[in-house]
């Protein structure tokens, strides 16, 4: 299904990793990730949200990471990717 095995992906910092990748699957569905630095920084950086019309591409939504973040895939994305690039190295938790 494209999220990372385990249920815990390393995401160095101030490179983009992806989380969540999705081809093919429309059904809707929350994804709920928890996101910690080792070192016990402040969780900071951004997210790239990025949703198809069935293979229609719409316009990435961009924002700042927080601690806890939920994603939504709605019914009629058929394409749909999550991808993070914090300011330090954090670790993702998919709840």
């Excluded at 995401?11 to 999705?22: D, E, H, K």
């Excluded at 990730?33 to 900071?44: C, D, R, T, W, Y």
């Amino acid at each position: 299904m494209g999220l990372f095995r385990g249920g815990r992906k390393k995401c160095p910092g101030g490179r983009w990793t992806t989380l969540i990748s999705n081809f093919g699957t429309g059904m809707p569905k929350t994804f709920t990730i928890a996101f910690v630095s080792p070192g016990g920084q402040p969780v900071s950086g951004e997210f790239e949200e990025k949703k198809y019309t069935w293979i229609f591409p719409r316009r990435p939504v961009r924002g700042p990471l927080v601690p806890m973040m939920e994603f939504h895939r709605e019914w009629i994305n058929g394409i749909y990717r999550v991808r993070v690039r914090p300011d330090t190295d954090l670790l993702a938790t998919f709840k």
